[in-house]
């Protein structure tokens, strides 16, 4: 950590830092430049944050050196983590295509997605429980009726399933249904909820909030993995942005810099980021260029007459011409689809 | 609702979409223009949202006209709610001071910090004793025990107490002591938290969202109010912009524009707005000149030992003066402090 | 263009609004709904803007129909426009790469990294000679020299030439010398030089402005071609929002979306939308996949002693390794590099 | 500045960086932690920019310890300054108005306007002669004819005048006529212009970028001072977020802010800020009470019939209610208006 005295701090300002730091277990170096006195402070990092540094006559600035996060970090683990759910690998070479319907609606609707989008190559199918929904008054999903058919759909296809928990009710509710969870840009930041995730065991799928940092993001995953789960998979859905023409804004970056910063899988969902069917391929075709470790797409048997996202979704035969798209380009990315 | 129909939409296309929403118990009205077709539907707003038009052949765009809420509304009710606290009114004229630590630490730092703002004038007390923080490895709260000093701390003081409730299990603990709850900005889409909320019965201080538009937040409010729970108040306390500079900026003009929109109170939080405590003194006179009902600040009694939040954090002695500052400038604007 | 009058209207407050409307040569139409009414105005937009409408009592919203802009759409002109540099073509199935140094810093250094870029593949050699720089205080660019350098480089390598201008006297001094101007993200709403760009029929690549909506960067363009001048080529560099990890965030979806609006060709700017030379290459890749008609990259000889931006550069060797890696990826996407 | 080295940076890699900075004359200190070593380099700071340090191998991250600007800095000059146009004073304890029309449309509207606004107790008077607008097709100005209205409408009134300087040819003809000249939202980075109204000498309204930061907005400052020119007036107008429901977020803790960081001038514009003249008031006395030294305001004798930004615009009726209500709180807050 570095402290940064103001240019009217005194030699008295200067010893109160120092006394203070090294009363708390630091050694102090101090470095006086023409304009400015720095002081770096070695110690550990986590005393820090409740030391009020910031509140003492003279210190202008805090400058912290360390990550927050550490069981994420590539510093820690330097090989890319591969989470193998029953013989689906997601990670490394691996390139995964999850689709679905956004919420189960009937027990036809979800198994029609479902054989349509294992015909057509996809590894995991994804279908919504438990919705999440701007307006009191929509459609809020079927609990544990659609859990019944997601398992019934895994069933008759041998697609994994995931589902989107949104509390501990649904949390617990889940469990016995599904392959892989999933925490919605909503509840990034729910603590408890990603503590639970975590105590689970079972494989997350992470997606970044509407305005979370690449770093916020990775201290939520860092919450997953701090209670001994370390399947977790992140998922770019677009972040908000003063641009209105799309949904949101896909942060199609954050796939090479996550890359470097941690070990973890990286996917994308274009159809959240876009909100618009006809972004859904391009975009796709970029995800696996870019390097992300799969995507995650909204295919609905008529979209037209679907409860939620309509209007991001795919129907299961452009679904098909997607899948045909990415053929040819994973082969020659040598990723494995 | 209007749907806009391309330049190349075909009069198959318009009549497949003016059958499809007689079809749905619309009636619809064709406006023929130089360049573009629009179609005027007529009637229950609800179905709309799953009717999947916009992927009709020919449909450009759909402009919703309605707005989605209604109970938060000032269209549904003209008059300013103000909400009764046991004889302190939130609302109106009323200008509201809630001032407190960020975390409750101790008894001692609790009483204290009570028996301070009460002096200065302050009328509600926080303290949080469920904090959701970043990391997995910060102070998370007392929980129940928190609660029990909160509790005597109002005895002590006849301050009225609120805390920050972030699931079902806070919530359920929280009820039999606080006078009000509230919910934070990482939970305000969290909608069974609302709901939840909304069964209680407890007046709800509802936090903007990190990157919340006005409509999301009154739709979050919505869900709350739409449990039978009318004592919600708004509190805005900055949104996430690339300004880093201060923690968040504050949207000042919320004020204003709920005021418009909404009857119900709107409270600002000059303390997580900005992250910095030289600039709360400034903001809470602008946010009693702009016209808000009331601000929440965070004090402590020793900024520099704060658990948490300690930078933004005024000492009692800094609330103090910031009270005989607003006092004078309430008098002049008519508002009660 | 559709007026939504609010709920408290008067019959008298909307024979206001269409007497008004039909004033200035609209015909009206008006729609009764249950809860709002809404007329719906026929005619000429362009007068519409100074009506002041809004301000009309029991006016409650105006909804434009029409898209301000007209010769930037593809309602307008439907199959792509390539433009055609002296056999250098820009749009349709072309993937352009234009590659050189931030600054022109000296013969030697342009010379050796146009020769370098040549070498790998690259069509386009850019260079800045006038530097629209943050600090008053740091290195503003050659001018005239940096020109006269950039030409003999054209003269050695067969390259076209690119230079940004940022006003009249660098737009004037540059016509002579190069093949292409560019107009930078911070000048995308300078409307006189926008004008000035379209008078000059010199091809104009047109950066996104760092918060410009897709928009408002297509009136930019509006803005160049009304004067007469069709050959724009727009260049996606990333938009500012609260991610500060990377320097702006790419926009990779306003590819797909522009494509759908506009008949122009767009391109991308992998280095200045990351700011990382890291990100470049596999961006760049992302770039090619998603339909981009080209890159614009930042290649420096020596990136350590690059005068600006050395840390999004490329060093020679990298992007010799960059165009290796897009070679199959073009051949695959038919795109013709 | 410090430099953070990776966590497996060698040795060499640590003699490379120090070799480096002492080359070019900074003397180094390094400081070993735990887990990172960090090296401080002191010595003048303007060399660093081009050096390339983040490429170096090893190098984790640089960071500056010096603010970029120095003139618009309250370290170097510690009292407020106080621009004198002719005995109207900006800056210190004064609160100005400026008020007047976006654009000047004719003679008789802006005589109106010059004298409605001097009757409220305005003390200077705006009026746009040269208009940067989105669309090419809206009206542009009346450029010289505009800048000889209101220099009659300053005989008549006594007011000062201020127009908008879009360019070399706008600033050059408006010289002559204004006593300030205002730099746009959209012209905050275009340095070129930045340089010549330094040059000229003439006091400058500064408006802050659509999404410029705090410190790029000073360094924008610190463009026209370094040419001489102190009398620099910084103006919020809003900054560029995801919200929608205003046309911008006005920024309002900008003003105590900047007041810590420099010694210049800061006003309000709650009228771009917002776009909507409903919320101009309020704003307004939030200007007052949250420090600022004064507001602009556009006032237009017929918001209904104004060429621009009539929804944003108070009548002159409202304008003088505005100037009433102002009053009481400048007395208590001891600002002269």
Same mark, same amino acid.
């Given at each position: 950590?570095?402290?940064?005295?103001?240019?009217?701090?005194?030699?008295?300002?200067?010893?109160?830092?120092?006394?203070?730091?090294?009363?708390?277990?630091?050694?102090?170096?101090? %470095?006086?430049?023409?304009?400015?006195?720095?002081?770096?402070?070695?110690?550990?990092?986590?005393?820090?944050?409740?030391?009020?540094?910031?509140?003492?006559?003279?210190?202008?600035?805090?400058?912290?050196?360390?990550?927050?996060?550490?069981?994420?970090?590539?510093?820690?683990?330097?090989?890319?983590?591969v989470i193998d759910i029953d013989g689906v690998k997601i990670g490394?070479?691996?390139?995964?295509?999850?689709?679905?319907?956004?919420?189960?609606?009937?027990?036809? !609707?979800?198994?029609?997605?479902?054989?349509?989008?294992?015909?057509?190559?996809?590894?995991?199918?994804?279908?919504?429980?438990?919705?999440?929904?701007?307006?009191?008054?929509?459609? !809020?999903?079927?609990?544990?009726?659609?859990?019944?058919?997601?398992?019934?759909?895994?069933?008759?296809?041998?697609?994994?399933?995931?589902?989107?928990?949104?509390?501990?009710?649904?949390?617990?509710?889940?469990?016995?249904?599904?392959?892989?969870? !999933?925490?919605?840009?909503?509840?990034?930041?729910?603590?408890?909820?990603?503590? !639970?995730?975590?105590?689970?065991?079972?494989?997350?799928?992470?997606?970044?909030?509407?305005?979370?940092?690449?770093?916020?993001?990775?201290?939520?995953?860092?919450?997953?993995?701090?209670?001994?789960?370390?399947?977790?998979?992140?998922?770019?859905?677009?972040?908000?942005?003063?641009?209105?023409?799309?949904?949101?804004?896909?942060? %199609?970056?954050?796939?090479?810099?996550?890359?470097?910063?941690?070990?973890?899988?990286?996917?994308?969902?274009?159809?959240?980021?876009?909100?618009?069917?006809?972004?859904?391929?391009?975009?796709?075709?970029?995800?696996?260029?870019?390097?992300?470790?799969? %995507?995650?797409?909204?295919?609905?048997?008529?979209?037209?007459?679907?409860?939620?996202?309509?209007?991001?979704?795919?129907?299961?035969?452009?679904?098909?011409?997607?899948?045909?798209?990415?053929?040819?380009?994973?082969?020659?990315?040598?990723?494995?689809?």
């Open positions: 950590m570095i402290i940064v005295m103001s240019k009217k701090a005194t030699e008295e300002n200067i010893n109160a830092v120092t006394n203070r730091l090294e009363h708390d277990g630091f050694s102090t170096h101090i %470095i006086r430049g023409v304009e400015k006195i720095v002081i770096g402070a070695i110690g550990d990092k986590k005393a820090i944050s409740s030391m009020g540094l910031e509140l003492m006559a003279g210190v202008e600035n805090i400058v912290p050196i360390m990550k927050p996060y550490k069981l994420v970090s590539r510093e820690v683990k330097s090989e890319d983590s490394g070479d691996n390139f995964i295509v999850i689709a679905g319907p956004c919420a189960v609606e009937s027990r036809d !609707q979800l198994l029609t997605a479902a054989e349509g989008v294992k015909e057509a190559g996809a590894h995991i199918l994804r279908g919504g429980a438990f919705k999440p929904r701007t307006s009191p008054y929509s459609f !809020q999903g079927l609990e544990e009726k659609g859990l019944e058919i997601l398992a019934e759909a895994r069933d008759l296809t041998g697609l994994k399933i995931v589902t989107e928990i949104i509390d501990a009710y649904s949390l617990d509710m889940s469990l016995a249904y599904v392959d892989l969870i !999933q925490i919605g840009a909503r509840n990034m930041q729910n603590f408890h909820l990603l503590r !639970q995730a975590g105590k689970s065991g079972k494989p997350v799928i992470l997606k970044r909030g509407l305005s979370a940092t690449i770093e916020e993001w990775l201290m939520a995953a860092e919450y997953i993995m701090s209670e001994g789960n370390y399947n977790v998979i992140l998922c770019e859905r677009g972040i908000r942005t003063f641009e209105t023409a799309t949904r949101n804004t896909l942060d %199609i970056s954050a796939v090479p810099l996550i890359k470097g910063l941690s070990h973890l899988p990286i996917i994308i969902d274009p159809s959240h980021a876009t909100g618009d069917w006809h972004l859904v391929t391009p975009l796709a075709k970029a995800a696996l260029a870019v390097g992300a470790n799969g %995507i995650m797409v909204e295919v609905h048997p008529n979209p037209l007459q679907a409860m939620c996202d309509g209007p991001q979704s795919l129907s299961l035969k452009k679904f098909s011409l997607l899948m045909e798209e990415l053929k040819p380009l994973s082969q020659l990315l040598k990723k494995i689809v």
